[in-house]
């Protein structure tokens, strides 16, 4: 092999490792820690890289922004809140277990760019912002609340068809029950969809709280 073929098949084996699963594409960088934030029982610090499949988490008060695929992914969690990062066949993707994340994803070509799974439901977005939070319901179980600032977010419930959500948009999951159709919710943009990690704490925390500034969408008009 001559010196050029070989470092032309060089290039390509990098190349090619860069796309399998499991790889840096699914890793995560910590851009924002404040107050106690740890993952794989780790604490926490600025800069520091969050391996497929660990959990980061969140305590009371406190707050993160995690990006993922080069900068394109960014996740900003609530207090309160577990996030693990992975990948799904070369896909960014998060599974927010507990609390609230707010997510920024830019546009891939038209492909889907990112998934946020819960145990609910499934979000697939080619490029938007948009918020998920966990919150309880009347009776006590954990529905599960997204809506929409910006682009169109796929959501799709365990076993049923997918449905738009567009910018302006809410969703309700109610626990063993059919998520409510998409319904425009102005309040929304009051969120604090801030995502620049440079920021002060205090200028990306997601105040007023919506659980306590417009209560609980399926026991109170919000609108």
Known sequence: ???????????????????????????????????????????????????????????????????????NVKLKMDSDSELTVGHEGGTPEAILGKGGAFAQVAHQNGRVAFKLKTRTA???????????????????????????????????????AAMPVKAGEGVMLPKGEKPTPPKSYPWTKKLNWNMD????????????????????PLTRDVD
């Open 197 to 216: 990690a440079k920021a002060k704490a205090a200028d990306l925390r997601n105040q007023p709280d919506w659980k306590s500034a417009y209560g609980d």
């Open 1 to 71: 092999m001559n010196p050029m073929s070989k470092s032309n098949w060089v290039c390509g084996w990098v190349a090619a490792l860069l796309l399998v699963p499991g790889t840096v594409l699914a890793d995560g960088k910590l851009t924002h820690v404040f107050g106690a934030v740890a993952y794989s029982g780790k604490t926490a610090h600025e800069g520091d890289v969050v391996k497929d499949g660990e959990k980061v988490t969140t305590g009371p008060g406190a707050l993160a922004i995690v990006e993922t695929d080069g900068g």
């Open 122 to 160: 499934t979000m697939g977005v080619r490029g938007t912002q948009f918020y998920t939070a966990w919150s309880t319901g009347p009776k006590g179980d954990k529905d599960l609340w997204m809506c929409v600032n910006e682009g169109l977010v796929d959501l799709t419930p365990n076993g049923g």
